[in-house]
């Protein structure tokens, strides 16, 4: 299995009106893809202030291993931290 680019799936309150407004042709929810883990969460804060949901899931993969790695963020006291990690 080859490395892939690390991951976001967010959803916020545009992308939920383009999905009403889509009649449900659209998912409301938008991934957002880092050519590194380090882009990604230099973005992290951002995205975690403008999403809907409490939780953002990242995908990535691991120098060194096979698979695939999920980490589960949230903002707290207002820093990103992991809240739950492990393989898919």
């Known amino acids: 299995m080859a490395n892939f680019k690390p991951q976001m799936t967010i959803i916020t309150e545009e992308t939920r009106r383009e999905y009403a407004n889509s009649y449900g042709k659209k998912s409301p929810y938008q991934t957002i893809r880092y050519n590194t883990y380090r882009d990604l969460k230099k973005d992290l804060k951002k995205r975690l ?40």
């Not at 707290?76 to 739950?84: F, T, Y």
Request: charged letters at 30%.
């Open 49 to 88: 202030e403008e999403n809907i949901e409490a939780t953002i899931p990242v995908s990535r993969s691991k120098r060194g291993e096979w698979g695939e790695w999920f980490e589960n963020w949230q903002l707290h006291n207002g820093k990103p931290v992991i809240i739950k990690q492990g393989w898919m």
